[in-house]
């Protein structure tokens, strides 16, 4: 309340109040709030003292404390601190909380970020005791939670249209600012490229002309604004960025594209000129003078003059040598330069450009001028922009300001024709003047200028060498040849100097014209480092006045502003010529073999350096020779004949393509060098050698690399140009390619959506091969580009060429969408609803895609079930809904939208909105009474509470009848068929008698009431009364006669449909009881007459509409129920009146578009027929053949009536009664079946061939209509074959479907038919099948009987197996010893082949899987041999070991010879030439070909039955015998499971033995190792226990010696002596007390050493105890190490520290303890061979344990194997069975193993281990192995005088007489024996603690017994048992599965456990303590008492 009531005063307070009233006042808020955070304060430009910003960080903490100065000015007489103000916070106007303190703070989490975007506005609303509403306000304080939000933009050039190194502004704004942030720019390329700028140093806002969009100028104008200006010196595209550096995740980037800039050349300017006066003409050329050299002259053709011009430095200028000046006064050059570029070659231009009163005039190489009116006076500024090779365009800016006189208006032209740019200004002055002025620009991107300055003149100098006769030489030198323009510049100024260069001899100046002709005379042309022909040379004389080398300068210049001086001096001495060089040149210097290819030409050239003073005669000559290898010489004597060549005696060989064949070539250079007026004779040679190689193939697609077809039109690929060079012989493969991506061609595949055509599998073409492709029009989608590639191959060489295709985009689609059914203004919704949407212009080619949807009437797609509530589905070009569908409308409007797309990509859309006509509301409706006596009880069916808006309502009751149970139409929905029990508007009917209700009912009968409206809908109650039979049967004649008469009376009345109803549904009532007579004990009616009385009744009621039908099929089905109480003119009576029917339903439904009414009359048409067709057939010797063609003809017309109701494409329609069924199918030509399925699924099918050739011989949009008629029983017994047709009998009508809906029948040419045979192939026999009798694989076999006339017979092979079978075919019946006569391989998956000697496999039609065929030539050749009509065949099947015992569930034989019966009419036989037997009849269908060309026509469909038949006739051959019991081996029984269980008790006896001396002899005997050189007068005594690692070779036979560090110093090395006990072995634990002269205090660590002797010397040392037998005191070590001492180190010793003992453990360590514990403990089989076995559970008892496991394993193995062993299978299959059996198995015997192990292990007490004293013998060979730190004699003397010290004075003398004998004792021994009495006496036998009591009672140790010796003899007894009835595979398979059990028990089980739960125990920090210690189990004692006894008493109690 507080919130509202602080709000309320706040708007009284802003109300006007009185004149009088002071004005409240406004104070400012006393709180202050801040919200800090990791970035600092945050703040916008709006902030102020009363607004603050906050960044959004996931959360927000505001902070809030008192305003410095905002004190209350009121003084409290208490002297209490004023009150907190009270405030109230709001989120975005929405109350959040309250406050009332001066200092805290207020979280917002997640839940209150901002939205994205945009921000959050929290609002502080404060009161307080000194500013009181309504006189006082605070004002509020703001806070605006947001996210930072940044934008980046191009601020100049806004048309992002930039240069190299022109300026470009960016700009960035930002919401929020902190002095914490930095913006850091980087934009790689620019400059600046880097760039960091505080947040703080933003700039004021833009102008608003400035930003690139409203929106943005609009965005930044509250944000905090920043720019900087960049350049970038490279063209391309650059990204400039902006980060906030310590917010990284805030990034912006732009990418800028940087254009190369235009390269500035000349600027000319004019004076200021009249515009009317002094008109502007000027002329241009540019003229390419060399490759790399322009030439560019602009002349003023008025002579204005006063022109004023400047030029790059990169320009020349020049007058030019061939042009003159202009020789008209009124012309003046303006500007002639030329200048050097880089790049192609520039074309020649020229131009004009005229200003004339305001108008510019541009004229370029002689096009069309161009006139621009510059219009002086309109606006301030324009610019013109236009290129002449991309038409023209402008852009000016209007000003509508007045002009201004007083300054200059400009204007802007800028246009560019090819490399060159014009940018021209106009000024107009005052209107009357103007100055103009030009800017000449390059475009960088077509040319890059070169600066003359850094031109290096090329000018080459040679000398020549003076000759014998004459003293002077030559001085000669080069440059390339010049255009005439500018030949007039160059210069050349020749001096020659003394040889001291101190004076000048002589001077001579050239110009170009002094060039001489053939210069390249006077020096060697092999010299010349140039093509002689570019270059133009000079000669200059040179006397030669001595040997010394002339000094000689020349000077070259260019139009005086390039220079270049050259020093070349000129030789006179003469020097002996010789060769310099002779080279065959070639690309690589290192390279011995050219490879060239035989169809091209090639040439060699050499390259001769021959250092002569004189002029030479050179004689070169090439000689070419055929070569195997570069490593074989050729026959020099026999070079190839070379004349073909040209330049053989040149130094340039040029040789002809294809004038070498292919091969290895060795071409052999020699030249001859003669010195003119010499006999001397220089020589030289050189060689390469050249491979020849074949030419690469040439791919060649006609019409180019690109190329446009139209959509609609064919075209072809042609590749026939491709060719091979080399040879037009041998042929070349071709492969075509395609797709629609090029980069597809890389790795060969497609990538998705890049095929060209849905039928490619691969990149491939659909036909691949072949030079041609014919591309049929349509066939490819328009508006694409497609990638070809032609690939040809010969041989290894491929080429490849691309074609790119574009095809022109096809036509739009036409739709042709019509309503078929259900067109009215509403839709009937209790109707079905048809339409057509056809594409008009669709081709079959183009594969058109239907896609319906159905919307609201707010155009959105409503979820609708298509495949339920539809026959066609939503992917069609026709729709038809179900009826019954919107019956119940969510929506007043519906819109059905179709989509029509085509693979090529075109589309097209229909929408037709339609309205539902909402059926009647439903009201109410019951029967009175609900219960009743059908024929005497009259019932009354009431309605009440209907309404609808349509008025009037009428009331349709109908009784259901029977037929829609047995006769079934799949099209209708709901079919009510039933006779009509009342008709009409009132809602009540009147009392009427009901038949009686179906006794399987319990007496109900359902009556169907309709309310329907004017329009047709209705709205349908179903009601149930219990209507049962008459208890008294002798009233019902009388009931019968009174119903007969009315209904008689009222059929004959007169035309009414009240009475026409009445009188069927009295008719109906009669012949319900004639059927119910028919079935008690009653007086009989005389059926017959009284059921003609009824038909002829029903023939009297009209059948003018479709409710007389109605009643009329209602009456003649209920008549035809009992047919046999019908004699044959009621038959034929029936069939008149129900042909008249089917005709009047035929008229109805072309009238009246209703299908689903139309449709539930025919199944009661249906029910009669099937009745009168039973009973015709009833008596076979009187079938009435015209009754049959009769009924035929009437199914034909109730399948035209219901093929008016399908649309093309929809599901089958089926009509299926008792004894035969109808399917309809309605297609299109282009969907008919044209081809087999590739399934076999089909048993009764129909596929048509409606092609002639390759051409359909209709229409593509032809509708056809095909009805398929099946017949359990033939209904032509009269045609013959009955007996012999096993098959069902087929019939077939085609027709076609006229526009107006008429039926044309039609017989296709050729058609695939299958019939299904009866029983389903049930008439196959199985065939027994087991092992042979070697048992290496399963046989089988069968006999019958054939005669020399008898056909090819066929059996084929029924099995579940996926096997091979080897068919062997014997004459008679032996077949163990005789040669088969044929052989067959049948396989499971392809057809049968034929092997041995052969059969004519031609003679055989049927082929497929297991089906084998006998010909007819080889059953008559067997039949011959024999010289006997007849003959026995066996047949004998081999195939893999599969089965172990003999079986008939494996293999079934169906034996058949078939051959199809063709029907064409009733009235004709049946016919055996039309129809064949195909390919792919089976054991379950025949497979007919039918042939009829011949009886084609089209026939009107209602003149005759237009149905076809067709059946098959089996030959039935005598019965098969099986051979089984000839073929399948005996099996013996096996001994394996015996001796295996033999074998498993001698090796358990064996270790019994072994087990029971193991326990015996360790009986928990524990010793603790008395070290020999203990001292009875130590003060220390150590328990040392050392644990010697599970690993391999982890014990050790060195001896140790250890040595002991305690806190009171440390002992001496001790060896650790345990002979002749073994000890440190693998696995042990090892107990040694050893003594110590003093007390050590705290053992800290312990040092061990060994002495590197025995076989095994290394040792790993797992942990070690030591405890202190006094204190009791133990300390734990944790070693984990290896110990092996090294050769060259034998003393190394080892250190261990004590363990911390809260320290934990490593894992691994813990890990690997606790595993070896459980292996030696816990696993049941390792635990037997351990070193000792822990706890009471013995090795024998573990091994008993083992014994009892084991078998049980085998019995649960061999149980499983009893119950599979009829299972049949592959070999490999039971390999693998039987080890997954052993795996199953090892998991059942756990818990056996568990509870026995449990029994033995808890119930049992542990025995009380007897920890004693162990004394080692010490012999002195023995002991002097023991390595010790010191010798022997040092270490015992030392402990002597130690002992003497503390000993009695007695005692001492012995003492002494003992050390004085030591050195004769020593070896004897006697220091041992002594020692070890002395120490004897201080050891007594202690015992264990008392162990725990046992879990379980003592009892279950005998219960234990029991259970093994159980379990060991049963099993052992059953495994024998079963195991003898096994074969040998069967025991193999068991030992197995055995092996398997016991390999898993041993190695996987218990190992996988022990890891377990191991690994679980490290998964908590582990200690010591949790380490199981021998310290735990023994208790030592040191006795002080017993020292006293004597030497004597200690050795007797040894």
Not at 203 to 219: F, H, I, N
Not at 1076 to 1105: D, G, H
Not at 1398 to 1417: H, M
């Amino acid at each position: 309340m507080a919130p509202h009531l602080l709000l309320l005063l706040q708007l009284l307070a802003c109300c006007p109040q009185s004149s009088g009233a002071s004005p409240p006042r406004l104070q400012p808020s006393p709180l202050r709030v801040s919200c800090p955070g990791p970035h600092g304060r945050v703040s916008q430009r709006q902030d102020n003292e009363h607004r603050v910003s906050c960044l959004w960080n996931s959360t927000v903490t505001l902070r809030y404390g008192p305003v410095p100065g905002a004190r209350p000015e009121v003084e409290w007489t208490e002297g209490q601190p004023p009150p907190p103000p009270r405030c109230f916070w709001y989120l975005n106007s929405a109350w959040m909380r309250n406050t009332s303190r001066w200092s805290g703070q207020v979280v917002l989490q997640a839940g209150h970020a901002p939205p994205p975007g945009a921000s959050s506005l929290l609002t502080v609303q404060c009161s307080s005791d000194s500013c009181a509403a309504p006189g006082c306000f605070h004002q509020n304080v703001t806070i605006e939670i947001s996210v930072q939000d940044v934008r980046l933009f191009v601020l100049w050039p806004q048309t992002r249209l930039i240069h190299v190194w022109q300026p470009v502004e960016l700009g960035w704004c930002a919401r929020l600012k902190s002095a914490r942030w930095q913006y850091l720019f980087s934009s790689r390329g620019g400059s600046p490229s880097t760039l960091l700028l505080p947040s703080s140093e933003y700039q004021d806002p833009l102008p608003p002309a400035v930003y690139p969009t409203v929106e943005l100028q609009q965005t930044c104008a509250s944000y905090h604004s920043y720019r900087l200006t960049v350049h970038y010196r490279n063209h391309g595209i650059h990204v400039a960025s902006v980060t906030i550096k310590q917010m990284p995740q805030i990034s912006l980037s732009l990418s800028l594209k940087v254009e190369p800039d235009l390269l500035h050349v000349l600027s000319i300017g004019s004076k200021l000129l009249s515009v009317s006066q002094q008109p502007l003409s000027l002329s241009w050329r540019l003229q390419p003078l060399t490759l790399s050299t322009l030439a560019y002259r602009l002349v003023d053709r008025q002579a204005i003059g006063g022109w004023l011009c400047s030029y790059s430095s990169f320009l020349t200028q020049s007058n030019f040598c061939a042009i003159s000046t202009p020789q008209n006064q009124s012309e003046i050059v303006v500007a002639s330069v030329y200048f050097h570029v880089d790049g192609k070659r520039f074309e020649e231009l020229s131009g004009e450009l005229h200003l004339l009163n305001g108008t510019l005039i541009l004229t370029t190489n002689r096009q069309t001028s161009t006139h621009i009116n510059l219009h002086p006076g309109k606006t301030n500024s324009s610019t013109y922009i236009f290129r002449y090779s991309q038409g023209t365009f402008y852009t000016s800016k209007e000003n509508n300001s007045p002009i201004s006189t007083d300054r200059p208006n400009t204007r802007t032209v800028f246009y560019q024709h090819k490399e060159l740019s014009y940018l021209l200004t106009i000024e107009f002055v005052a209107f009357q003047w103007y100055k103009f002025n030009m800017y000449l620009y390059m475009n960088q991107q077509r040319a890059l200028f070169r600066s003359l300055a850094e031109r290096d003149l090329e000018v080459h100098v040679f000398s020549s060498r003076p000759s014998f006769l004459q003293n002077f030489t030559y001085l000669v030198w080069f440059i390339p040849t010049q255009h005439p323009m500018l030949q007039c510049e160059w210069t050349f100024h020749l001096q020659l100097l003394g040889t001291q260069k101190d004076h000048t001899v002589q001077n001579s100046t050239y110009t170009y014209s002094d060039h001489v002709k053939n210069a390249t005379r006077f020096v060697r042309r092999s010299a010349l480092p140039f093509d002689a022909e570019n270059y133009t040379g000079f000669v200059a004389k040179v006397n030669c006045t001595g040997s010394v080398p002339t000094p000689a300068l020349l000077r070259v210049r260019v139009n005086n502003h390039t220079e270049k001086t050259i020093e070349a001096p000129v030789v006179c001495q003469q020097k002996e010529c010789k060769i310099a060089l002779v080279w065959i040149q070639r690309t690589d210097r290192k390279a011995i073999i050219l490879y060239r290819k035989r169809a091209e030409s090639f040439y060699l050239f050499v390259r001769l350096l021959v250092e002569c003073q004189t002029g030479i005669n050179v004689k070169p000559f090439w000689r070419i020779y055929p070569v195997k290898d570069i490593k074989t010489a050729p026959d020099w004597s026999r070079p190839i004949n070379s004349s073909a060549f040209f330049g053989i005696e040149m130094i340039h060989l040029t040789i002809p393509s294809n004038s070498l064949d292919y091969g290895l070539y060795l071409f052999y250079f020699t030249v001859e060098v003669i010195p003119i007026r010499t006999t001397q004779v220089l020589r030289g040679s050189d060689r390469i050698y050249v491979q020849i190689e074949r030419a690469d193939l040439i791919a060649n697609i006609s019409g180019g690399e690109f190329r446009m077809v139209g959509f609609s039109e064919s075209w072809t690929l042609d590749g026939s140009a491709s060719s091979d060079p080399d040879s037009e012989e041998g042929s070349i493969s071709f492969t075509w390619y395609c797709t629609r991506d090029l980069t597809d061609y890389q790795t060969m595949k497609f990538k998705p959506g890049n095929k060209c055509h849905p039928s490619q599998k691969d990149l491939r073409w659909l036909t691949p091969s072949g030079p041609i492709q014919r591309i049929a029009a349509e066939s490819l989608p328009g508006r694409s580009i497609y990638y070809f590639r032609l690939v040809i191959h010969k041989g290894r060489r491929l080429s490849y060429a691309d074609q790119v295709v574009e095809v022109e985009a096809g036509p739009p689609l036409y739709l042709d969408v019509t309503c078929l059914e259900n067109c009215g203004g509403t839709l009937i919704p209790t109707e079905r609803f048809a339409l057509s949407g056809k594409c008009l212009n669709c081709k079959p080619i183009n594969k058109p895609i239907y896609y319906w949807s159905l919307l609201s009437g707010s155009s959105s797609e409503i979820s609708f079930d298509w495949s339920s509530k539809t026959s066609t589905g939503r992917s069609g070009a026709y729709l038809s809904i179900h009826a019954l569908t919107f019956t119940k409308p969510a929506y007043p409007s519906y819109t059905l939208h179709l989509k029509v797309s085509t693979w090529d990509g075109r589309t097209s859309i229909f929408s037709k909105t339609f309205k539902v006509n909402t059926p009647p509301r439903a009201g109410r409706c019951n029967v009175n009474p609900r219960r009743g006596v059908a024929f005497l009880t009259k019932f009354v069916v009431k309605c009440k509470g209907f309404s609808d808006s349509n008025l009037p309502l009428t009331y349709k009751v109908i009784v259901a009848s029977n037929v829609p149970e047995t006769t079934k139409v799949t099209s209708v929905v709901e079919n009510t068929f039933g006779v009509i029990l009342y008709f009409g508007s009132e809602p009540k009917t009147p009392p009427s008698f009901l038949p009686p209700g179906a006794s399987s009912h319990r007496n109900s009968l359902t009556l169907y009431v309709q309310v329907r409206d004017s329009l047709g809908a209705f709205t349908q109650v179903t009601l149930h009364a219990h209507v049962r039979n008459p208890a008294n049967a002798q009233l019902l004649p009388a009931v019968f006669r009174e119903l007969l008469a009315s209904a008689s009376s009222l059929s004959t009345a007169g035309p009414k449909t009240g009475d026409d109803l009445r009188a069927g549904y009295l008719a109906y009532l009669a012949a319900s009881i004639l059927n119910y007579v028919k079935t008690v004990s009653s007086p009989q009616l005389p059926q017959a007459k009284f059921r003609e009385t009824l038909v002829k009744t029903a023939l009297n009621i009209s059948v003018k509409s479709i409710m007389g039908v109605n009643q009329v099929v209602a009456v003649l089905s209920e008549i035809t129920e009992e047919v046999d109480e019908m004699n044959i003119r009621s038959q034929a009576l029936t069939v008149r009146k129900l042909t008249e029917v089917t005709g009047i339903l035929k008229i109805q439904r072309n009238q009246i578009h209703w299908s689903e009414g139309a449709e539930i009359q025919t199944s009661g048409i249906l029910r009669c027929l099937s009745n009168i067709l039973r009973s015709d057939l009833t008596d076979l010797k009187n079938v009435s053949a015209d009754g049959i063609e009769q009924v035929l003809s009437i199914m034909e017309g109730v399948t035209e009536v219901a093929f008016r109701g399908k649309v093309p494409g929809e599901i089958e329609t089926l009509m299926e009664t008792e004894h035969w069924n109808i399917t309809l199918k309605k297609g299109e030509a282009w969907n008919s079946a044209n081809a087999l399925p590739t399934s076999d699924t089909c048993r009764n099918c129909f596929y048509p061939t409606l092609k002639k050739g390759n051409v359909s011989a209709f229409p593509q949009g032809t509708v056809f209509s095909t009805a398929i008629f099946e017949f359990d029983e033939t209904p032509f017994p009269w045609l013959g074959y009955t007996a012999q047709i096993r098959t069902m009998v087929l019939g077939f009508k085609m027709a076609e479907t006229k526009a107006n809906g008429d039926l044309v029948a039609i017989v296709p040419e050729k058609a695939d038919i299958f019939v299904a045979r009866k029983g389903n192939g049930s008439t196959t026999f199985p065939l027994i099948m087991g092992p042979d009798t070697t048992q290496s694989y399963t046989t089988g076999g069968f006999r019958f009987e054939v005669s020399s006339n008898t056909t090819s017979i066929y059996f084929q092979i029924t099995t579940k197996l996926k096997a091979t079978f080897k068919v062997k075919i014997f004459t008679g019946a032996n077949v163990t010893r005789a040669q088969p006569t044929a052989l067959f391989t049948a396989f499971h998956n392809m057809s049968t082949v034929t092997s041995g000697n052969g059969t004519a496999s031609a003679e055989c039609s049927i082929q497929g899987p297991y089906i084998i065929c006998l010909p007819k030539s080889l059953l008559t050749a067997i039949a011959q041999a024999n010289g006997t009509d007849r003959q026995n065949i066996s047949i004998v099947l081999e195939t893999r070991y599969v089965v172990r015992y003999p079986t008939r569930k494996l293999v079934g034989i169906y034996v058949f010879n078939d051959q199809c019966l063709f029907l064409d009419g009733v009235g004709s036989p049946w016919n055996r030439d039309t129809c064949k037997v195909g390919s792919k009849t089976d054991w379950q269908k025949v497979h007919c070909v039918c042939d009829m060309a011949r009886k084609a026509r089209s026939v009107p469909a209602q003149t005759a039955t237009n149905i076809r038949f067709l059946a098959a006739k089996v030959v039935v051959l005598p019965n098969t015998v099986d051979l089984g019991r000839n073929l399948i081996a005996h099996i013996p029984r096996n001994p394996l499971t015996l001796i295996t269980v033999a074998s498993i008790f001698a090796l358990y006896f064996l270790l019994c033995i072994w087990a029971i001396i193991k326990d015996r002899a360790e009986k928990q005997i524990k010793y603790i190792m008395v070290l020999p050189d203990n001292s009875p007068s130590d003060e220390g005594s150590f328990l040392v226990t050392l644990y010697t690692g599970s690993r391999l070779t982890a014990g050790t036979k060195a001896d140790v010696a250890l040595q002991l560090i305690g806190q009171n110093g440390k002992s001496k090395f001790r060896c650790l002596w345990h002979h002749p006990s073994p000890a440190f072995q693998r696995g042990s634990t090892d107990c040694f007390l050893i003594t110590t002269k003093k007390d050590l205090g705290d053992i800290y660590s312990f040092k061990v050493r060994l002495n590197n002797d025995g076989s095994s010397p290394s040792w790993f040392l797992s942990r070690a105890e030591i405890e202190n037998t006094s204190t009791r005191k133990a300390w734990s070590f944790m070693c984990r190490k290896w110990l092996s001492c090294a050769k060259d180190n034998p003393s190394e010793d080892w250190k261990f520290s004590v363990t911390d003992p809260r320290t934990p453990l490593p894992r691994i360590d813990y890990f690997l303890i606790n595993f070896n514990k459980r292996m030696t403990e816990y696993h049941l089989w390792f635990s037997i061979f351990a070193p000792a076995a822990p706890g009471a559970f013995t090795r024998f008892q573990r091994l008993s344990t083992c014994l009892a496991v084991i078998l049980f394993n085998l019995l649960v193995n061999i149980m499983f194997f009893n119950t599979d062993k009829n299972e049949e299978s592959p070999i490999y299959l039971r390999y693998l069975r039987s080890i997954a059996v052993g795996i199953e198995c090892a998991l059942l015997t756990i818990p056996v193993e568990m509870l026995i192990i449990a029994l033995f292990k808890y119930s049992q007490k542990e025995p009380t281990p007897v920890v004693t004293k162990m004394y080692p013998e010490a012999k002195p060979e023995s002991w002097n192995n023991c390595v010790l730190p010191e010798k022997v004699a040092n270490v015992i003397e030392t402990e002597e005088q130690m002992m003497d010290a503390k000993s009695p004075p007695g005692a001492t003398s012995s003492r002494r007489t003992s050390k004085s004998s030591f050195t004769t004792g020593y070896a004897e021994g006697n220091i041992f024996l002594k020692r070890r009495k002395s120490l004897g006496s201080t050891i007594r036998e202690l015992r264990k603690c008392p162990a725990t009591e046992p879990v379980l009672w003592w009892w279950c140790v005998p219960v234990s017994w029991a259970l093994v010796l159980t379990i060991t003899m049963l099993s052992s007894f059953f495994i024998v048992l079963y195991g003898l009835s096994y074969g040998y595979q069967t025991s193999r398979e068991w030992l197995i599965a055995s092996g398997t059990s016991f390999l898993q028990n041993v190695f996987l089980h218990s190992i996988l456990k022990s890891v377990l739960f191991s690994a679980l125990s490290t998964m908590r920090p582990k200690f010591c303590e949790d380490i199981t210690w021998v310290t735990q189990e023994k208790h030592v004692e040191i006795n002080a008492a017993e020292g006293t006894k004597s030497a004597g008493e200690k050795t007797r109690a040894r």
